[in-house]
Each structure stands twice: as C-alpha cells, then as structure tokens.
Nanobody, 123 residues
C-alpha cells in the first residue's frame, strides 16, 4: 500500500509560480511511476505530467515548457514546478502512482492517488 499526500497548492496571480509536492509513504518509492493529474471546475480529470521510474518524463501540451516534473527518491517525494501560471490552470491537482504504467497519460493506469491540492490562478 502506498499513501500519497500532496501539498503546495494555493492562490497565485497569472504569471506566477507554485511548486507542488507529493510525499509518498508505505513502500519503496523509486520503483513507482508517478503522474500528476488535475480536475478543473466542471471538467473531467486530465493528465498533466508523468515521470517513470526510469526518469523519462511526459507532459500535456497545455503545460509543456511551463511545468516541470521531478522526483527525489531519497526523500520519497515528487514535485511539480509550475511557472507562468494561467487562469486555465486552476484545478485540483492530484498525484498518482503505480508500479506498471503502459500509458502514462491515462488516469486508470494508476493505482494510488493522493487527496488533491487546490491551485487557483487569478487573472
């Protein structure tokens, strides 16, 4: 069993930055593939970014060049650095983990989920 806890959300003006953290506990973290997803008001959950246990990263086109996903296996923590935030980035952000992920952009590939952290970007 893996427990994931997100933190770092908040209110920021457009153009600002936030860094989300996702702390994992319960199992050795390094073997897990990690993803970030978000769900905006009235929208379905969507893929944001992922990082495999190998270190390979993937990004949604909407965040490419602005967001960076990373992981610190020694700290059992992964991060999502978000720069140049836009109002359309407003959402609840979730981290997710799974040992085997074939299609990292699909939410149903991930077994463990955090509770989410709210990010609000004002214009």
């Amino acid at each position: 069993q893996v427990q994931l806890v997100e933190s770092g959300g908040g209110l920021v003006q457009a153009g600002g930055s936030l860094r989300l953290s996702c702390a994992a506990s319960g199992r050795t973290f390094s073997g897990y593939n990690i993803g970030w997803f978000r769900q905006g008001p009235g929208k379905e959950r969507e893929f944001v970014a992922s990082i495999r246990n190998s270190g390979s990263t993937y990004y949604a086109d909407s965040v490419k060049g602005r967001f960076t996903i990373s992981r610190d296996n020694a700290k059992n923590t992964m991060y999502l650095q978000m720069n140049n935030l836009k109002p359309e980035d407003t959402a609840v952000y979730y981290c997710a983990a799974a040992l085997i992920v074939l299609r990292p952009t699909r939410a149903d590939e991930y077994q463990y989920w955090g509770q989410g952290t709210q990010v609000t970007v004002s214009s």
